[in-house]
Nanobody
């Protein structure tokens, strides 16, 4: 059974930075896609970024391009989300997810495995 554990969330002022980590266990991750999603209060879960572990191919939602960077360390079965120039609208619970294909990487419903989430709060 795949298990994902996120860490690194917290409270930061607008313009600040945070780095989220997601440690994975229980599966073969060299061919998986791993992604970050977020959910603000009263809103649907939305795609943030994804990375294909075999070749580090990445994709981002438009609102975070140039500010967020997703990366991976295959040896540690861990992915990261470096978040710079944070804005109040980036506030939410950030979830790590993983699946076995690159198809529909931006669609939350296609991911079978999820972490418990980590809270990110950006103050004005």
């Amino acid at each position: 059974q795949v298990q994902l554990v996120e860490s690194g969330g917290g409270l930061v002022q607008a313009g600040g930075s945070l780095r989220l980590s997601c440690a994975a266990s229980g599966g073969t991750f060299s061919s998986y896609v791993m992604g970050w999603f977020r959910q603000a209060p009263g809103k649907e879960r939305e795609f943030v970024a994804a990375i294909r572990l075999s070749d580090s191919r990445t994709t981002y939602t438009d609102s975070v391009k140039g500010r967020f960077t997703i990366s991976r360390d295959n040896a540690k079965n861990t992915i990261y989300l470096q978040m710079n120039s944070l804005k109040p609208e980036d506030t939410g619970v950030y979830y790590c997810a993983t699946k076995g294909t690159i198809l529909d990487a931006t669609q939350a419903t296609t991911y079978p495995y999820w972490g418990q989430g980590t809270q990110v709060t950006v103050s004005t």
